[in-house]
């Protein structure tokens, strides 16, 4: 358990559907953070929000598009993906986001797999 | 730029230590961490070390940081099978919105009996 859940593990989905990832963190942090974790790639960095603002957008397509409603939830909104998106996509949180030694604690990741 | 490298696989015998290397090339990196992920898991964090220091050790873990040579390692003494996992090495770098974790590709770790 590390106080960070993400929904659903699985996810399958068409190029035309619209669906959403969810996550919840459990710490009291205030920053949160969704990544994309490919095969054979390192990790790549989407999206930063800290305190509810986003605070960094990695030059992700807006085919993705991400939500944070309050500092405990973070979504992010797919539609019309392609099937190079199929990959983990992990979500993160810390206790704020411009501090270098505030640890970011994951959660176990969404598997989405794009027909 | 931002790079960090590592070798892609390592095999050891349980009992033994394991070393996983890591590089990097910024020299502004603030702190280095150790990640490690088990299949279907995401990523647990294991232990960090601030760019200042050149040693952690934390129970069976030891960090070691040559800050000239851009070189950190993860010592595993007496890896067990539970220890088989990938590992990831980030470095924590100050940037315009804040700072940012740069992760490297990870080692994959294979305890044999």
């Known amino acids: 358990e590390t106080g960070v859940t993400q929904t659903p593990r699985h996810l399958v989905m068409g190029m035309t559907n619209k669906k959403s990832l969810k996550c919840e963190q459990h710490?009291?942090?205030?920053?949160m953070y969704w990544y994309k974790q490919s095969a054979k790639k390192p990790l790549e960095l989407m999206f930063v929000?800290?305190?509810?603002?986003?605070?960094e957008n990695n030059s992700v397509p807006s085919r993705f598009s991400p939500e944070c409603p309050n500092s405990s939830h973070l979504f992010l909104h797919l539609h019309t993906l392609q099937p190079e998106d199929s990959a983990l996509y992990l979500c993160?949180?810390?206790?704020?986001?411009?501090?270098?030694?505030?640890?970011?604690?994951f959660g176990d990741g969404t598997r989405l797999s794009i027909l | 730029g931002e790079d960090v490298e590592q070798s892609l696989f390592l095999s050891v015998r349980e009992g033994d230590s394991s070393v996983i290397n890591c590089t990097y090339t910024d020299s502004s990196s603030t702190y280095l961490y150790w990640y490690k992920q088990e299949p279907g898991a995401g990523l647990q964090l294991l232990t960090y070390?601030?760019?200042?220091?050149d040693m952690k050790q934390d129970q069976r873990l030891t960090v070691l940081l040559n800050k000239k040579d851009k070189h950190l390692s993860l010592r595993i003494a007496d890896t067990q099978t539970g220890d088989s996992a990938i590992y990831f090495c980030?470095?924590?770098?100050?940037?315009?919105?804040?700072?940012?974790?740069?992760f490297g590709t990870g080692t994959q770790l294979k305890v044999e009996l």
């Open positions: 070390i601030f760019s200042n220091m």
């Open positions: 929000y800290n305190f509810k603002e986003q605070t």
């Open positions: 710490l009291g942090h205030n920053a």
């Open positions: 980030a470095e924590s770098m100050r940037t315009g919105g804040g700072n940012k974790l740069t």
């Open positions: 993160a949180s810390s206790q704020e986001a411009t501090m270098g030694n505030q640890p970011q604690h």
